[in-house]
């Protein structure tokens, strides 16, 4: 009950409590201490299971990262074979061998022909537009000198014949060094072959090339208008 307070000019006034001695003051003061300790657990609890998540998305992310393939398209030396794939991102290099030779034909007195380099290309998952399949490739290195007239030759489009009984025909263009060269040139080239099966970079260690070269004449009774190159090349 409030207490009664009699004033100097003779008034009666009742007294208030300050406000820190209601009940409804401290009621309130302990609904509020209450909702911010839960709150603050609450937080507590919810920063570790953010964390997890997101170290659950980055776990997931690098489970999900593809290895990065090695390409036959980013080799330096047999990237241009590639092209000729269907699917250039598929194809993968696997290994080379390379071997330095020393040939040179003059059989033909039009123009001389040396191979100084010939390497074994092994690779997977390779299948050209029709459909044909390699395991590997023979790629030779050709040189076209002391040319004395104007002819065509294309080393390119030649044939070859491994060891192991391949027979493979050289359709794929590296680039186009040869074809038609005119006289006093020198020329030189790769020249690639599919191997439709092939274990091991080993298991080729001949080769048997051949090529034709001809050149234009009105006399039909040129006999040395065209010449059939054919070259053995042992590799070791």
């Known amino acids: 009950m409030a207490k009664k307070i009699k004033g100097e000019n003779g008034k009666v006034y009742k007294e208030h409590k300050p406000?820190?001695?209601k009940v409804w003051f401290w009621i309130l003061a302990v609904v509020v201490v209450v909702v911010a300790i839960g709150s603050l657990g609450g937080g507590e609890d919810e920063t570790p299971k953010d964390s997890a998540k997101?170290?659950?998305n980055t776990k997931v992310e690098k489970h999900e990262k593809?290895?990065?393939?090695n390409l036959l398209v980013n080799h330096k030396k047999y990237k241009n074979i590639a092209s000729n794939?269907?699917?250039t991102d598929e194809v993968e290099f696997v290994e080379d061998k390379s071997y330095k030779v020393?040939?040179?034909n003059s059989d033909w007195a039009e123009m001389k022909v040396g191979i100084d380099e010939v390497s074994i290309v092994k690779v997977n998952n390779y299948e050209d537009y029709g459909d044909k399949t390699a395991e590997g490739f023979a790629v030779i290195h050709v040189n076209l000198d002391d040319i004395q007239r104007d002819i065509t030759a294309y080393p390119q489009q030649g044939t070859i014949l491994t060891n192991t009984g391949?027979?493979?025909e050289g359709h794929y263009e590296i680039s186009g060094w040869d074809g038609?060269?005119?006289k006093g040139a020198n020329k030189g080239g790769y020249a690639a072959f599919p191997i439709e099966k092939l274990e091991s970079v080993e298991d080729i260690n001949n080769i048997r090339f051949s090529f034709s070269a001809v050149y234009d004449t009105d006399d039909y009774d040129d006999e040395n208008s065209r010449h059939e190159y054919d070259i053995t090349i042992d590799l070791k």
């Open 180 to 182: 038609e060269l005119m």
């Open 54 to 56: 997101s170290a659950g």
């Open 19 to 21: 406000f820190y001695k």
């Open 102 to 104: 020393e040939l040179s």
């Open 166 to 168: 391949q027979q493979s």
């Open 66 to 69: 593809k290895e990065e393939k």
């Open 85 to 87: 794939a269907k699917e």
